[in-house]
């Protein structure tokens, strides 16, 4: 049998990761998803950090070693006891048995921090929101979900600032896929969730080749479909960039690349590209309608199915 494969979803707090892995789940199909949150191998809980000051995003307040030892575990199909961190108490519950499914999705904020973590996985994704949308993010979910004011989670968010810079950015740099979605006009906070994606695509994964539909540098730049050639942390990356407002047929391009050497992804789209896909309720509830978000699931979900064929 094979083993599981293994996604990376890394990002700063409220930067849209928990969204984005239960819309790849549902393409996936739920029943072959295995969900894991890193956030269950903080150190301390919450009374403890507020005590000593430290923040979640420190290295020495989650449990690396472990979490990279479980991660290779499931990587080789073997089962974890994995601990429980509640976001509701702040405290930690008895452990759960989880076996892995034939796909496993692992979220959080350290995710990529050592070496042996980055590792494991098959494919790794970088959430990277401008910060002023993920400040709003932020401030709704923890006043409508965990209870905090808009001042706390304001407070919070400066404390961790320094802890942000030097500990979760830098990841983006071992991600195969920097994910972006950005209000369309710079001044503009999220409206109405029209949101565009900027997809930078590394070439440490083979992507699709979406150069047969679309001209990188050579594109009309006013398009809602750009595909181009730049520059991340140093290295050149493609990026494609798909607007809010790209219209079905312009989005069932970028499918049709995809769908031409994954048959099961065909099955995906013929079932759920249309208006629906990418509708998908966001920690806060509201819902974030957008074929950016579609085609960002669809990207991801086939480098997993890619990852599939590599080792059977
Ligand atoms: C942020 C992060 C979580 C982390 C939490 C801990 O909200 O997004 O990943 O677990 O901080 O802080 P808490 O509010 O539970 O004390």
């Known amino acids: 049998m094979s083993r599981p494969i293994i996604l990376g979803i890394v990002g700063d707090s409220a930067a849209g990761k928990t969204t984005l892995t239960r819309g790849i789940a549902q393409v996936l199909g739920p029943e072959n998803v295995t969900l894991i949150c890193t956030d269950d191998y903080h150190r301390y809980d919450r009374q403890q950090r507020a005590e000593t000051g430290i923040t979640a995003l ?28 509640s976001h509701k108490t702040g405290t930690f519950e008895p452990p759960q048995y989880i076996k892995p499914n034939k796909f496993v999705i692992i979220e959080g904020l350290l995710g990529y921090s050592t070496r042996a973590a980055r590792d494991a996985y098959d494919v790794k994704v ?31 968010l ?93 989005v069932n391009k970028i499918e049709h690349v995809m769908c031409n050497d994954m048959p099961y992804l065909r099955n995906v789209c013929d079932r759920e590209i249309n208006p629906e896909l990418g509708k998908i309720a966001g920690t806060t509830g509201e819902t974030l309608q957008s074929y950016p978000l579609a085609i960002t699931q669809l990207i991801v979900t086939y480098h997993m199915l890619k990852a599939t064929q590599g080792h059977s």
């Open 58 to 85: 420190h290295p020495d307040c989650n449990h690396l070693d472990i979490m990279q030892q479980h991660l290779a575990l499931l990587r080789t199909g073997q089962p974890i006891l994995k601990p429980v961190y």
């Open 158 to 250: 400066e404390k961790r600032e320094p802890d942000s810079e030097q500990f979760i950015r830098p990841q983006r740099q071992w991600s195969d896929i920097v994910v972006t979605f950005y209000p369309p006009n710079d001044n503009e906070t999220e409206n109405g969730g029209h949101l565009n994606v900027r997809l930078i695509l590394r070439p440490t994964i083979p992507h699709p080749d979406f150069t047969q539909i679309l001209h990188p540098d050579n594109d009309d730049s006013e398009s809602p479909v750009r595909l181009g050639l730049d520059r991340d942390m140093g290295k050149p990356v493609d990026v494609l960039e798909v607007d809010g407002h790209a219209t079905l047929e312009q």
């Open 126 to 156: 970088y959430l990277a929101p401008p910060e002023s949308l993920r400040a709003d993010w932020k401030i709704k979910r923890d006043t409508q979900k965990r209870g905090y004011t808009k001042e706390q989670v304001l407070a919070e």
